[in-house]
């Protein structure tokens, strides 16, 4: 019987596939570790924690990472450096046997902060080719008390041009018999006074302020924050923030004249 040399190929190669396949079954064939990164003497297969929305008057953010050497000889930890004074990484051992892990414990006291943080903790290793593993603690720590508003966003505005807003204390800080000891901004361009009677015109009595921005020479996008100091120990500073866009005088951005603003609100 002859058989044309198309379907002898076509035999050979059925062959070839299921021979193949029986050895990728019945064969002692070791499944791939995931890659590791190139240069990197120790991994952490999740090296970011977000904490999420974090209450101010709890605001310590605790959580342990897990420090891997994949290496067949022992890495030396020669540092471990975070970004910021409120992120403590305390390191029991520093070294790291082969084939073997570590706790690398990490804690954020974000007490005094207000609004998204995200830090970073950076380990060196003796390893003078190693990258280093770079490891991120994030939250947003969120006020117990809020100013009304919390802010205004005023959009466009011209060089020279000055804007005011009212700002008013929450009615719990004062039921709780909270004080404001003082209004502070380190920006030039803020200028903080009392309100005028007819600006606090509740039954029940508040903090009430008259805060104006003078937008610069310079234009660009300006982010002004107004803190609000109390004599309480769990909420001690409330901040308020002021956003605005100051225009290029050469270019003609018509109408800026509304005085309004859009308030922002949790």
């Not at 903080?192 to 029940?204: G, H, K, M, T």
Request: charged share 25%; net charge neutral.
């Amino acid at each position: 019987m002859k058989y044309s040399k198309t379907w002898l190929l076509a035999v050979i190669g059925l062959c070839l596939t299921l021979a193949s396949g029986y050895y990728s079954v019945c064969g002692n064939v070791e499944t791939p570790r995931t890659a590791l990164p190139k240069n990197t003497s120790l991994f952490c297969e999740a090296p970011v924690y977000n904490a999420g929305v974090i209450d101010e008057r709890n605001a310590v953010v605790e959580h342990s990472f897990t420090l891997t050497n994949p290496h067949k000889k022992p890495v030396r930890i020669t540092s471990v450096k975070s970004s910021c004074g409120c992120v403590v990484a305390d390191l029991a051992t520093m070294e790291v046997p082969p084939r073997a892990s570590i706790t690398l414990p990490v804690s954020a006291d974000w007490s005094t902060y207000v609004g998204h943080r995200k830090e970073h903790v950076t380990v060196l290793t003796d390893e003078p080719e190693s990258q280093p593993l770079v490891l991120r603690v994030e939250g947003t720590i969120e006020p117990a008390y809020k100013l009304l508003p919390l802010g205004i966003h005023w959009g466009d505005i011209r060089p020279g041009e000055s804007r005011t807003v009212v700002v008013k204390s929450p009615r719990a800080l004062l039921k709780e018999g909270v004080n404001l000891l003082g209004v502070s901004c380190d920006s030039e361009n803020v200028v903080v006074a009392e309100a005028l009677p007819d600006d606090c015109s509740d039954r029940i009595p508040c903090w009430c302020k008259r805060i104006t921005f003078h937008a610069p020479r310079v234009p660009g996008l300006y982010r002004e924050v107004i803190r609000f100091r109390t004599d309480s120990k769990e909420h001690t500073i409330l901040s308020f923030v002021i956003v605005a866009e100051v225009l290029d005088v050469r270019v003609d951005v018509g109408n800026t004249d509304d005085q309004t603003g859009m308030l922002l609100r949790y």
